[in-house]
C-alpha cells in the first residue's frame, strides 16, 4: 500500500512570496489533515477535510493559508504571502473515515524555510 | 476542546534498562489515544493506540502504552531500551470532532 505522498519536500522562498504544497494521502482515505511543526514543537493542526469538505480550520490564519481538496483526493496547500515565522516542516496526513479509533497516516513533510 | 501534556522534553535512559515517555490528556467523552514516533527528516510513525478494552496496550518495535483512566494517562513504555529507540515522540489524542490533537513532543536520547 502507497503512503502519504508529499511535494516537494524542501522548500526555501523568500518573506512575501507566495508558496503551495501538495499532497495525495493514501488511496481510499477520506480524511485528509494538514499540520504545521515548527522546529522543537508538536504538530499543530491547520486544517481536517472530509472528502473534499472542511471540518475543522480553526488554526489556520486565514489572511494568508489556503488549502483545497477538490476531488476529495489530492489536496494543496498555499501560503501567499509568506513571513518568516512560517518557517516549519508541513506535514500532510490521512486517515479511514471508518470511526474515532483509525490511526492516521504521515508523509514524510515539507520543509519549508523563509528568508 | 481536547489537549495533551507531554511534561519532559526530553527522557534519558542506558540501553538495556525499561523507559516510560509520559502523556496524560483531556477529551470530552471516551479518549481515543495514540503514539507517534518521529526520527530526524521524516514524517511521524504510528506506534499504537488506546481504543477501548485492555488498559494495557501492545504496539511497534516493543513499545506498549499503560492506559489510566482515573489519572487521565497514556504513558508509553518499553521493558528494554535500545539505541536505536532514539528519537522524538508524540502523545495523540482524538475526540468526538474527530480533530487529533498532538502533545509538544519528548525526546528520548538511549545512550550505549
Known amino acids: 500500500e502507497a503512503g502519504v505522498a508529499q511535494s516537494p519536500r524542501y522548500k526555501i522562498i523568500e518573506k512575501r512570496q507566495s508558496v503551495a504544497f501538495w499532497c495525495n494521502p493514501i488511496s481510499g482515505h477520506a480524511t485528509l489533515y494538514w499540520y504545521q511543526q515548527i522546529l522543537g514543537q508538536g504538530p499543530k493542526l491547520l486544517i481536517q477535510?472530509?472528502?473534499?469538505?472542511?471540518?475543522?480550520d480553526s488554526q489556520l490564519p486565514k489572511d494568508r493559508f489556503s488549502a483545497e481538496r477538490l476531488k476529495g483526493v489530492d489536496s494543496t496547500l498555499k501560503i501567499q504571502p509568506a513571513k518568516l515565522e512560517d518557517s516549519a516542516v508541513y506535514l500532510c496526513a490521512s486517515n479511514q473515515l471508518t470511526g474515532l479509533n483509525t490511526e492516521a497516516f504521515f508523509g514524510q513533510g515539507t520543509r519549508l524555510t523563509v528568508v | 476542546a481536547q489537549s495533551v501534556a507531554q511534561p519532559e522534553d526530553q527522557v534519558n535512559v542506558a540501553e538495556g534498562n525499561p523507559l516510560t515517555v509520559k502523556c496524560t490528556y483531556s477529551?470530552?467523552?471516551?479518549?481515543?489515544l495514540f503514539w507517534y514516533v518521529q526520527y530526524p527528516n521524516r514524517g511521524l510513525q504510528f506506534l499504537l493506540k488506546y481504543i477501548t478494552g485492555d488498559n494495557l496496550v501492545k504496539g511497534s518495535y516493543g513499545f506498549e502504552a499503560e492506559f489510566n483512566k482515573s489519572q487521565t494517562s497514556f504513558h508509553l513504555k518499553k521493558p528494554s531500551a535500545l539505541v536505536s529507540d532514539s528519537a522524538l515522540y508524540f502523545c495523540?489524542?482524538?475526540?468526538?470532532?474527530?480533530?487529533?490533537?498532538f502533545g509538544t513532543g519528548t525526546r528520548l536520547l538511549v545512550s550505549p
Open positions: 477535510f472530509q472528502n473534499n469538505g472542511v471540518v475543522d
Open positions: 477529551v470530552s467523552g471516551n479518549p481515543y
Open positions: 495523540a489524542v482524538r475526540g468526538l470532532n474527530q480533530k487529533l490533537v
